[in-house]
């Protein structure tokens, strides 16, 4: 089973099919905690990320009737990085091994 710590970002598939990608801020009774959910749609270039709520307050917490998330999983790394991006403008870096 998988652990779940608040304040980190995971990916979220709903019963409609929408993928979200949010920080999960915790969970409280049937309800999923989350802030500055991003709705991840395919577009020409790959996938993207887009405003899941576009009159809502983005720095609100949101909150998602767990009845409705069919999937929870941590979020891939560069899935990740890009959604950190998006959500703070800080460019995440990776260590990683020059060659060349």
């Known amino acids: ?13 709903i019963s409609n099919g929408d993928e979200l990608v949010a920080k999960v801020v ?9 802030e500055k959910p991003l709705l991840v749609i395919p577009g020409p270039q790959g996938l993207q990320m887009m405003q ?11 909150e998602l009737n767990a009845n409705m998330v069919i999937m929870l999983s941590p979020t891939r790394p560069e899935i990740k990085d890009s959604y950190i991006e998006a959500t703070t403008g800080i460019q995440p870096v990776r260590n990683s091994i020059l060659m060349g």
Do not use: C, H, R
Request: glycine share 12%; no cysteine; aromatic share 12%.
């Open 1 to 13: 089973m998988i652990q779940f710590k608040s304040g980190e970002v995971y990916t979220i598939k």
């Open 52 to 62: 899941g709520l576009f009159t809502g307050d983005p720095k609100a917490e949101v």
């Open 26 to 34: 915790g969970f409280v009774d049937n309800v999923v905690v989350i």
